[in-house]
């Protein structure tokens, strides 16, 4: 090799070495500048792209019995969400995704596209985790998965009306889960995670503020008097064929309610194709003409006004009474009753002539003080609260039809409250529906020997000879009344179109409970409250006196026996 070439070739040499010491340079010296210089730069850019804040869900509050029986819990569920803008990169998959989601493709990609400008899109919600995952393993770009809680009611129809429902997103929409809507809901926390290129959690970095649970609400209800309560108003509705029907029991000392249901009904777990009628709690938001069932306080009213004597006699022959234009009629002629009799007969004209011999303001006055046109503290939504006309605008008729339940309107749940007065001594309770350590103390509305003077005439009502005789029950005293009310429409009240309305009290000497039985429009041969409603309420309280293990207050005498009276012999 000649020197030139020598030269040339260590030349070239020294070319190379330098680029490469340029090179090498080069690269130390953009590696400084990537961890030295703009490492918090790059670091915040990864973090954009890989750290997220996340939403971490909180379970709602459950909901139980006064036992604690769980009537409405939450589940976790997963839900699929993707990025519409990721999703579409990969639209060769779309189809694949779509099956995985029971979806047409067509249908996936319109939803996805009118959704491109936007970083957030639900696929599918409340899967079960398995199902969640088999989709999650497709690895389909932009598409993720969420938490998420779903209700449940385990008791189904039976309790759908008193606690409603919620919503998709677990918001309270009906009944309970409505009114109690703050206190049930729970407060989501955040948490800062880092995501891989599937959007997938590989790890928590950091807790920014943890989830608070909804708490805990214990009602007033009792699983196994609604059980019992709801079987018996299903029957009697496909017994008699009637539209609609609802029942309540109550506590008469505390106004809890013990059970209440309505019928038609829904099932809260599967919502779909179910009409907004069948979601109705009839014994809160409907409201009824009471009939007859409102007598007793026409008694009360007038005798406490001193209108009327305890002996009082009516004559109410001869089955007919003409007053103001108008015909009041019984059912048969009764001749000459006492009050007694008129409640227990329930007869129109013995308590039109009580009310004639009433002011209309005192007969205002005293059926005012049941609640009439106001609401009850149930602080149920959709409450109503009926209706009582002043009694400047009533008029003679008005005067006379109130007295047997016409022209006025409440709801099964005032009528229930109203009779739990009348079994708690006069007090008329605060009503409630979440189960209370203390006991309010109510309003007085009648003077307490009065109270229980009309207990002992309404326990004539279900005694032989009485209205309400199918509403007994053996080894009780029961005190009650019955109603038939003529349904009104659009020409007036209807001749073929009732409510058959029972309400009474068990056991009488110290009530108990207190029940109310709407059945509206029985379409079968019986329409009247003793024959359709009454012997709801009786099937309804021999349970719930042997659950709530009530000792009997009637001891009905064997034939054998032998009475032995102080100072007797045999």
């Known amino acids: 090799m000649s020197k030139r070439e020598q030269q040339e070739g260590r030349w070239r040499r020294g070319v190379v070495m330098t680029a490469l010491a340029l090179l090498l340079f080069a690269l130390v010296g953009r590696a400084v500048e990537l961890q030295v210089v703009d490492r918090d730069f790059l670091q915040s850019q990864g973090q954009a792209r890989h750290l997220r804040v996340v939403e971490v869900p909180a379970h709602r509050g459950m909901v139980t019995d006064r036992h604690g029986e769980p009537m409405a819990v939450s589940t976790p569920v997963n839900s699929i969400w993707a990025h519409p803008g990721e999703l579409l990169e990969a639209g060769e998959r779309i189809e694949e995704l779509a099956g995985a989601l029971g979806l047409s ?141 609802s029942i309540i029991l109550m506590e008469p000392g505390s106004g809890e309610v013990l059970a209440m249901a309505s019928q038609p009904g829904f099932n809260p777990n599967s919502r779909r194709g179910v009409t907004p009628s069948r979601m109705r709690n009839r014994a809160v938001v409907d409201l009824i003409e009471p009939g007859s069932t409102i007598k007793p306080f026409v008694v009360s009213a007038a005798f406490e006004a001193g209108q009327i004597t305890a002996d009082a006699r009516f004559d109410t022959s001869p089955g007919r009474f003409r007053v103001a234009g108008h015909t009041v009629s019984d059912i048969r002629n009764y001749g000459e009753l006492d009050i007694t009799g008129v409640l227990q007969k329930s007869s129109n004209i013995g308590a039109t002539k009580i009310a004639l011999e009433s002011d209309p303001e005192t007969l205002w ?96 009502v279900t005694l032989p000879g009485g209205t309400g005789t199918r509403a007994a029950v053996e080894g009780y005293r029961v005190a009650g009344k019955t109603g038939t009310v003529k349904k009104s429409g659009v020409g007036g009240y209807s001749d073929d179109h009732y409510q058959s309305v029972f309400v009474g009290a068990i056991p009488a000497s110290r009530p108990r409970l207190v029940a109310v039985v709407v059945i509206d429009n029985p379409r079968g041969e019986d329409f009247y409250g003793g024959a359709v409603a009454a012997p709801v309420f009786g099937r309804v309280m021999a349970d719930a006196m042997r659950l709530l293990d009530v000792p009997r207050d009637r001891v009905e005498p064997t034939r054998n026996s032998v009475v032995v009276r102080a100072g007797g012999t045999p």
Request: avoid cysteine; hydrophobic fraction near 40%.
């Open 365 to 460: 006055r005293g059926l005012g003080r049941l609640g009439i046109g106001q609401l009850t503290t149930s602080a149920f939504p959709g409450e109503a609260p009926g209706r009582l006309r002043h009694w400047s605008e009533w008029r003679q008729i008005g005067q006379v039809t109130a007295s047997y339940g016409y022209g006025l309107s409440m709801s099964p749940l005032q009528l229930a409250a109203a009779y739990a007065a009348l079994a708690n001594g006069g007090v008329l309770p605060e009503v409630s529906l979440i189960r209370r350590d203390v006991t309010p103390p109510g309003e007085p509305i009648m003077q307490p020997e009065t109270a229980a003077w009309l207990m002992e005439m309404l326990e004539t």
């Open 105 to 245: 493709s067509l249908q996936l990609r319109s939803r996805v596209e009118a959704r491109q400008d936007r970083e957030f899109v639900y696929l599918r919600r409340h899967l079960a985790p398995e199902e969640a995952e088999a989709i999650l393993g497709l690895e389909i770009p932009g598409v993720y998965s969420q938490r998420e809680y779903r209700r449940f009611y385990p008791a189904g129809e039976v309790a759908a009306h008193v606690l409603g429902f919620t919503n998709i997103d677990d918001r309270g929409q009906e009944g309970i889960e409505l009114a109690f809507e703050g206190w049930l809901k729970g407060e989501p926390g955040a948490k800062r995670v880092l995501r891989d290129r599937l959007g997938r959690v590989i790890e928590d970095v950091e807790n920014i503020r943890s989830p608070r649970p909804g708490k805990t609400l214990e009602t007033s209800i009792d699983l196994r008097l609604q059980y019992v309560a709801y079987r018996e108003l299903k029957a009697a509705m496909r017994e008699h064929k009637a539209e609609s029907g």
